[in-house]
Nanobody, 115 residues
Framework: QVQLVESGGGLVQPGGSLKLSCTAS????????MGWYRQAPGKERELVAR???????NYADSVKGRFTISMRNAKNTVFLEMNSLAPEDTAVYYC?????????WGRGTQVTVSS
């Protein structure tokens, strides 16, 4: 079993920045992808950004140019740097890790963008 611990969420004003982190631990075999999803109230969970072991990334159109995902492979840690945050970015952000063929989720961290 893989455990994911997320941190870095909080309340920020529009235009502000936050950096999320997620560290995987436990019975890790071979992580191939790490990523972030988010779910706003009344909406489905959606992909925000994802990074593969080779460093390939993909982003939701709504966050391109504002968010940056990175991974510290040796530490099984993924980061999401979020800039120019807007109220529509308000959501619970979930870390996701793909280890071999299994997918694991964190408990989520709340990001609220409000003045």
């Amino acid at each position: 079993q893989v455990q994911l611990v997320e941190s870095g969420g909080g309340l920020v004003q529009p235009g502000g920045s936050l950096k999320l982190s997620c560290t995987a631990s436990g019975s890790i075999f071979s992580i191939s992808k790490m990523g972030w999803y988010r779910q706003a109230p009344g909406k489905e969970r959606e992909l925000v950004a994802r990074i593969t072991l080779s460093g390939s990334t993909n982003y939701a159109d709504s966050v391109k140019g504002r968010f940056t995902i990175s991974m510290r492979n040796a530490k099984n840690t993924v980061f999401l740097e979020m800039n120019s945050l807007a109220p529509e970015d308000t959501a619970v952000y979930y870390c996701n890790v793909v280890d071999s063929v299994l997918s694991f989720w964190g408990r989520g961290t709340q990001v609220t963008v409000s003045s």
